[in-house]
């Protein structure tokens, strides 16, 4: 049922150039060059240290790679961390 | 982001360091209740510092005891505990106010009057005229209407045609300009005596009205009357006070002593350079180099350089650059006839350059003499001139 749901929604806001982030309830995910990744649309922290972050997603679980990381600001809707990124993935 | 540091500042923030196991649970409960952390970082598995606003922080205390972790403040920065602090140093607040209370009050006087852009008048007339009016140094400010005192400038001195007034800091700056000399004509019915403008020899007088008191061949010295215009005569009761009127040549002198050293001292430049820096505050400097200049014969140079400034304002501190260079010096004996043939024809230029226009010259003496290496060259130029001027008669009688 729900996976209806998210077809529907999905085709509609590609008929209606809706942005997606919006409709499906995404992260938005912006990175500025390896120091500086900004999410938007969150669902918390799962783990954090200076080597790895791990944070939750509607579309599962974001994990970040990197040197001497660190999180600039967080709040309900979005997080910034900086430091030396290498990898940012999605586990499903 | 700057905007936002400034923000964080002015409301406060603490340091806080939470020590425990499940740290990303803490994070995620401080932000369900909608605690702003920022500036999180991760020491090792246990340890976390963050920064939190004083807000947050009372509130955060429900988090650490659900989650179980501890939390101490490491430091606590912003505004409002500088203030906080300050209570419990009430002498240091009150030096502050007193300091700038100093300030205001300082700067509420007037502490130097400039004048500027006169050219004959000298300052002291002009300070000594606002003197009479009671604004010297050390007065208020504010009881110094400019307006008001412009308006007397121009009416009370009539040697000034253009006033301006204005207070800059501490300073009173008087702009004037001066009037172009008028000289006073003497109306024709107005008694006069014509008088003698400089020492001279008479030469010739055309007396057309008055009484001529003079001959060709006498000396007269400066302000010494030449026509009289008081006519005396055993007839009239009273003398009869005339407006003189007349030419009289007199010969006069302009003389000028020109000295010129015999051995010229030629620098030349050797391309090396030595250059030491001063700081000066005020008027007082603070080396900045050590060490003697390391040239016997050098010419200087000295370049200032200000720092320390904000548009107009500026802070006494400047840097000043020496720079010497250094030179060898070379005497140079040179030929006394044409130094001779040189100094004669500038000085005769310069007396030239003086004369009156109608002015004509009858005389030429030059003197050389030599005295201590240096050729002294003395011109005497001899010219007939006019040398009549009016001059009211400020007659009295005396009975």
């Keep these: 049922m729900s996976k209806k749901v998210e077809e529907v929604k999905e085709s509609l806001s590609e008929m209606l150039e809706l942005p997606k982030d919006i409709v ?58 900086a430091g030396e990124i290498e990898s940012v993935e999605f586990d499903t | 982001m700057l905007v936002i540091r400034i923000w964080n500042y002015f409301r406060g923030y603490v340091i806080i360091k939470i020590e425990g196991l499940t740290l990303e649970k803490f994070i995620n409960l401080a932000i369900a209740k909608g605690i702003y952390l920022w500036d999180i970082v991760r020491y090792d598995y246990t340890t976390l510092e963050a920064k939190v606003g004083i807000k947050g922080f009372k509130e955060l205390r429900d988090v650490v005891k659900k989650v179980g972790c501890r939390v101490s403040i490491v430091e606590k920065k912003g505004y409002p505990f500088l203030v906080h602090k300050l209570r419990y140093r009430k002498m240091l607040a009150f030096g502050f106010v007193i300091a700038l209370a100093i300030v205001i009050f300082l700067t509420s006087f007037i502490w ?8 004959k008048i000298e300052d002291e007339y002009i300070i000594d005229y606002l003197q009479s009016l009671g604004i010297k140094p050390g007065i208020l400010k504010y009881n110094i209407d400019t307006q008001e005192l412009k308006r007397m400038l121009l ?18 700056i008087v702009d004037i300009k001066e009037r172009e000399k008028i000289i006073k004509k003497i109306k024709e019915n107005v008694p006069c005596h014509i008088v003698a403008k400089k020492k001279a020899v008479i030469q010739k007088v055309i007396a057309k009205n008055g009484k001529s008191v003079v001959e060709k061949g006498d000396i007269v010295k400066k302000g010494q ?41 030629i620098k030349n430049e050797t391309g090396r350079i030595y250059k030491s820096r001063e ?8 080396q900045m180099m050590e060490g003697d200049i390391p040239f016997n014969n050098y010419i200087k140079k000295t370049k200032e350089k200000n720092i320390l400034k904000w548009g107009d304002m500026k802070l006494p501190t400047k840097i000043l650059i020496h720079e010497y260079r250094e030179v060898e010096v070379e005497r140079v004996k040179q030929n006394v006839d044409s130094l001779k043939q040189q100094t004669t024809v500038k000085g005769v230029q310069q007396i030239m350059d003086k004369l009156p226009k109608n002015a004509r010259v009858v005389s030429k003496d030059v003197e050389f003499s030599i005295e201590d290496n240096t050729l002294i060259t003395k011109i005497n130029i001899g010219v007939i001139e006019e040398i009549g001027i009016k001059q009211k008669i400020n007659y009295s009688r005396e009975d």
């Design chain 1, 24 to 81: 499906l309830d995404l992260p938005k995910i912006t990175m500025i060059g390896n120091l500086q990744i900004y999410i938007e649309n969150h669902k918390g922290i799962i783990e954090y240290n200076k080597q790895r972050i791990r944070i939750n997603t509607n579309n599962g679980l974001l994990r970040i790679i990197g040197k001497n990381l660190s999180i600039r600001t967080i709040v309900t809707e979005e997080i910034i961390i």
């Design chain 2, 112 to 119: 130097s009057i400039d004048v500027i852009n006169n050219e």
């Design chain 2, 155 to 172: 009416t009370d001195l009539d040697v000034i045609s253009y006033a301006h007034v204005e207070i800059k800091g501490t300073k009173l």
């Design chain 2, 225 to 265: 009357i030449l026509i009289s215009g008081i006519i005396e005569d055993p007839k009239l009761e009273n003398p009869l006070l005339v407006h003189s009127e007349g030419t009289i040549y007199g010969k006069t002198w302009y003389k000028l002593e020109i000295r010129e050293p015999i051995y010229k001292i």
């Design chain 2, 279 to 286: 700081i000066k505050i005020g008027n007082k400097k603070i």
